[in-house]
């Protein structure tokens, strides 16, 4: 057997309020639920043409607030009124408290599941064929921007002898998740061949389900120094320590003072070239390592490319100085 639960129900202290806000002591409240059914069943037969989808009560000391949420607001207020004064008038007499009559209008009746069940519950008094009107009131109420729809009747459809239940959908409806807004209403057709039961279930969407503002200011007050100081283009280190500053700039200098070691060897190694050397006493091999070296502290290059300039900058500058080769073949002929 399946567990229904009622979709308002489901959902109450959750995502949706009480239609009833009050509260009475154990031995007050019997009587003023009671009295709360007798409202709700006058005002319904009452404003049975007005489009009435939900009656909310509200209870003081001495008075009785009451919400009407319609479709038709015109009327249930009248000409000048005539017809909310008329009401209120009754309302006192029923109760012996001042009441108070507000009215909402329903600017969408085809998204309130409550006017869509009574919408076709009034095709089958006119004995219009059920399939009929479940199909045009799926496709009225997803052409006002619902997600999801869903009808049922249950009862003697069609003149059948036993009672069956038909039912329609169109789009997802998600009962079993909370935070899905989804509206229920229910109401009976009246036929010559008995009651029909009409359900119905509007998915408009998920409930707004935001971050709480005071959440979004905290974290906008932890990113303020970052972004302000990737503007103004200062250290990450001074933006979050600064104590840190300063022995950044001693290990920068401490870096910097050797790299003017590497100059002074290079130009050395230029005078050295300069002078020339007698071909016997001069190793051929270590010349270019200690300017490969040079180069490399110098420019900080690869020491293969460093090796090609300088031998090509020793081409040019040993103009005087005889070649290395030509020193071993002088060895040979000795």
């Known amino acids: 057997m399946g567990h229904k639960v009622h979709p308002n129900g489901f959902r109450l202290g959750v995502y949706r ?7 009475a002591p154990d031995k007050e409240f019997k009587p003023l639920l009671l009295e709360d059914v007798k409202l709700r069943r006058m005002l319904l037969a009452r404003l049975k043409n007005a489009g009435v989808a939900r009656i909310e009560t509200e209870r003081s000391s001495s008075a009785l607030t009451i919400t009407l949420h319609t479709a038709k607001p015109g009327i ?4 000048g009124g005539t017809s909310v004064d008329q009401l209120r ?18 600017k969408k009746p085809e998204l309130s599941a409550q006017l869509v069940a009574e919408n076709v519950a009034a095709q089958l008094e006119k004995r219009i064929a059920f399939r009929r ?19 049922r009747v249950k009862g003697r459809l069609g003149g059948s002898e036993m009672a069956r239940i038909e039912w329609n959908r169109e789009g997802r409806v998600p009962l079993h998740t909370l935070k899905a807004d ?12 008995g009651r029909i039961g009409v359900s119905a279930w509007v998915y408009t969407g998920n409930f707004p389900t935001e971050v709480p ?11 303020a120094p970052l972004e302000e100081a990737a ?7 001074a933006a979050i320590t600064p104590e840190v500053s300063a022995p950044l700039a001693e290990v920068v200098q401490a870096v910097a003072a050797p790299s003017q070691a590497p100059a002074a060897a290079v130009t050395t190694g230029a005078a050295a070239t300069e002078t020339p050397a007698p071909a016997e006493a001069t190793k051929p091999k270590r010349a270019p390592r200690a300017r490969t070296a040079a180069a490399t502290g110098e420019a900080g290059e690869k020491p293969k490319r460093a090796t090609r300039t300088r031998t090509a900058d020793a081409t040019t500058d040993s103009t005087t100085t005889p070649k290395t080769p030509r020193a071993r073949t002088a060895k040979k002929k000795e």
């Open 133 to 151: 009107a479940i199909k045009q009131s799926l496709m009225k109420t997803m052409r006002a921007g619902a997600q999801g729809v869903k009808i």
């Open 17 to 23: 309020n009480w239609e009833a806000k009050w509260f």
């Open 231 to 237: 503007d103004g283009e200062t250290p990450l280190a």
């Open 182 to 193: 989804i509206d229920f209403g229910q109401t009976e057709a009246k036929t010559t061949f």
């Open 213 to 223: 503002s005071a959440r979004k200011g905290a974290q906008a007050d932890t990113v």
């Open 76 to 79: 249930v207020i009248g000409k």
């Open 89 to 106: 008038d009754e309302l006192e007499k029923l109760t012996g408290k001042r009441v108070r009559v507000t009215i909402q209008e329903i």
